[in-house]
């Protein structure tokens, strides 16, 4: 079936250092993709997403770019704040043999990111 | 607007018993799923109600577990005859449903804990 692999955590960063995670995915057609984001004491909440081949998601400084060549969906930001400390979820919603989306996300395991001063 | 709402925010129980959680979606969302989210599983996929639609139920892992959902609006997750390993954090999200409406929202949780 349809899965998500993203990197292990935790990965400890100073401010203002780049950020890569990665994402790869296994999947049936070509699925949205997602970046969701939960801060410490809240719930999940979208971060960015892309929905093609090659569409770039962007917000708040981070951007992702849809890969079909590699399956992947790696997450970055230039230069990371303490605000960003928080666990990062990569997603996908699968598709049906005939292309429309199943509805509901499969999500990786999440990686927590925690940024020093 | 308000967001997805849970109740209730925490929920202890002992082994054997049934709990309710329940689920607020956000107003005019057709679509709503809920997740379970545990330290060694990740986040998973429990159920999914799109409209009047019959639910995907292909996410719950026991005939223990059932969802419903009255009026296209609120839903109810019930747990049956509680297990530890069933101790987690139940998440909720709503999306206004279709092919390309996927955002979904997700409200805070309800952390259920088995004794």
């Known amino acids: ?5 993203q990197m292990e955590g ?8 780049f950020l890569t995670i990665n994402c790869t995915y296994t ?6 993709l997602f970046w969701y984001v939960q801060y410490p004491g809240e719930g999940l909440q979208l971060l960015l997403k892309a929905t093609k081949a090659d569409d770039k998601g962007s917000n708040k400084g981070f951007e992702a770019t849809y890969r079909k060549e590699t399956t992947s969906f790696h997450l970055e930001k230039g230069s990371v704040q303490v605000s960003d400390s928080a666990v990062y979820f990569c997603a996908l ?15 990786g395991k ?6 020093k001063p | 607007g308000a967001g997805v709402s849970q109740s209730p925010s925490n929920k202890v129980t002992e082994k054997g018993k049934d709990v309710e959680l329940r689920c607020d979606p956000i107003s005019g969302h057709t679509a709503l799923y ?8 990740g986040l998973e996929f429990l159920i999914y109600f799109q409209g009047n639609s019959a639910p995907d139920k292909s996410g719950l892992p026991s005939d223990r577990f ?19 390993e069933d101790s ?9 449903g279709g092919p390309t409406q996927e955002t979904q929202y997700f409200g805070p949780g309800t952390r259920l804990l088995v004794l």
């Open chain 1, 110 to 115: 999440g990686t927590k990111l925690s940024v």
């Open chain 2, 34 to 41: 809920w997740y379970r989210q545990s330290l060694g599983q």
């Open chain 1, 93 to 107: 919603t699968p598709l049906f043999n005939y292309g429309g989306s199943q509805g509901n996300l499969i999500f």
């Open chain 2, 88 to 96: 987690a954090v139940y998440l909720c999200a709503s999306s206004l």
């Open chain 1, 1 to 5: 079936g349809d899965s998500v692999t």
């Open chain 1, 10 to 17: 935790p990965v400890t960063l100073s401010e203002e250092a």
């Open chain 2, 66 to 84: 059932s969802a419903e959902r009255t009026g296209g609006s609120v839903s109810t997750l019930t747990i049956q005859r509680t297990q530890q």
């Open chain 1, 27 to 32: 999947a049936t057609g070509y699925p949205s």
